[in-house]
């Protein structure tokens, strides 16, 4: 048993775990990582900062602006750069690794209302993204150290929710709005009015199918160059579009490539982020159901992997985020507190960082270390750094364990390398349910000495079983499922075990005729008695004697032909087992049959009338004024008399 106690003690942690980075082929037990990663975050006066300064100048300012977005510089060696935007509007940068002094940083204006998201080009620096409720999106350059606005992008009719750089490319972003809409742009276009592409009405309400108050996209992100994922507001779809296709020439509601809907029966399904780890198979999605849920997105299985609760997300401004290493998972919450799972151990927290006084609504994690910022609607960020501080005075918050016991797998403290689809669909391959199954599981068919053996157990006293037979036939005993058999895995079936189905009924049916007392009376041997079916041609030219009492007729010619060959097909075995059918008595025989009688309601009988001639409208008028008029109204029509015409001369 490892002690965690004593590892805490140890005076030569920092070498084991200089040494089990080194060597990748060493691991390092997921209790002890959270020890390593997690218990150590700890927050100092120096750390405990006080956000943006409000813009005075306006006429309805608010005094505490809460932020709204904040997130680390991905880009190598940028990685300590802070970006803060607040509902002013403003924007602010900070360098976590040099000293700032406990004073609300100096923000740029972005916008003249409130930024909800921005995002940095994952191949510049210098280069940034806003979007803000005044429905507009802008691209900034930030080389002079000062916001210079590259373009201003209009193509939403409501406020912009988020927004997402595509992998690897400082030219395409997607943005999502509360108008239902995602659209995707392209810098090296001009145009700043049409998208390169759009997708209209992308989450609907799963009642009318039409976008209303509720529908909004408020979260993206790119699994892929083509694959988009989007988590909608109110229906609690989670889509994935394929951007190869121009959705902007649908007419109707775009269709996604796949969606995965909500698994459970709450109310609130709406969610508020997305998130991916570049190159993984698995997506992070914050409900408004207070659950963080883990899905495959390359599964076709809807069902989430993993479900992560313990956190109060009651709105869409609480956000989550993943480490850089995606082992671990941080979510905001309204209890003034920020939660850290274990990404392979669902369930409950291991740890929360506290206390604080207000509610926590961003967080993020940083791209090199592991080090994590958090936000509160007080004005208030702070920097959670792996240290040990000794001081009361100057610690503002550490981590709280919870000890839960997470799973015995084994992860390193460098970024993951997941899985491609096509691999993790040859692991689900491997897991099939044929492969699971065990000895418990066996399943036997009876042979044909239990059919014709009584059950009342008199076969055990009348027939001794032989030594090495058995009354059962096994099927399947403990062998593999086909496709794993298929991928070449070695198998050797037991020795005792290799009997084969025609031998274990070829000795049941010799036991069986060469016991004398036997309850079934033969007159024939094993060896005189042959199937016709077997010597003779197709099965097909020789009926079975079951299916007549009396077997066949005697002049009938297949009966002569059977004759000539001197195969008898009234079998003494089938007047021992099985009884003919006008023998059988039943209970129901002599009461009436409402079916051959064509006197049941649910018989309908099918006639074979011709269909009615169809009758224009015309002659359908005149009859309705003959049935109204009546056989008395009818005017009976004489023949005209012809008369001469005398003309006079």
Known sequence: MFNLNRFRRSAHLTEWIARRKADSRLRIPTEILDLLTVEPLQCVEEDDLQGISPNLEHQFANPEPPIYAMKFCPVPSNESILGIANEDGNIAFQDINKFTPRMPLTGMTAHTNAIFDFAWCPTNANRLVTVSGDQRSRVWDLETGSLNRLRE????????????????????FATGARDNNILIWDLRVNSDVHPDNSIRNAHSYPQTRKGGEGASVTGLVWLNDTDLVSVGGNDGVIKVWDLRKNYSLYRRDPIPKHEILHPGTSFNQGYSDVLNMPGSCFVFVSCLDNTIYKYNIYSDSSRPVGMFTGATISNFFIKSSLSYCGNYLASGSTDNNVYLWNTNSSGDHVATLQPQEETVTCVTWNYKEHILASCTDDMRHRIWRPQRCFDKLKLKGSAVMTGKRTCDKVFSLSPSKHASPS?????????????????????????????????????????PVTPGTSTTTPTRLNQPGKKRRLLGDDFE?????????????????????????????????????????????SPRSIPSPFKS???????SPTSSSSAAHGVGLDSPLRAAVRRPLEALESPTANLPNMIRDRASPNVHLHRHDPPPRKVDWLTRLSKE?????????????????KKKIAYKT
């Open 153 to 172: 992008l209009r193509g939403h009719s409501r406020s912009v929710k988020c927004c997402q750089w595509k992998p690897d490319c400082s030219s395409v």
């Open 423 to 463: 691999v993790a669909k040859f692991n689900r391959m491997l897991k099939t349910p044929t492969s699971d199954r065990t000895t418990k599981n066996k399943r036997s068919t009876p042979s044909i000495k239990s059919f014709l053996t009584p059950k009342d157990g008199s076969a055990s006293k009348r027939s």
């Open 493 to 537: 079936e037991p020795r005792e075990t290799k009997v084969s189905r025609t031998e274990t009924v070829g000795r049941s049916i010799n036991d069986l005729l060469s016991n004398t007392k036997s309850p079934v009376k033969c007159q024939f041997s094993p060896s005189t008695y042959k199937s016709p079916v077997k010597k003779y041609g």
């Open 549 to 555: 009492p009396l077997g066949l007729a005697r002049g």
């Open 625 to 641: 004024k003959q049935k109204i008029a009546g056989p008395a109204n009818k005017s009976s029509k004489t023949p005209k008399s």
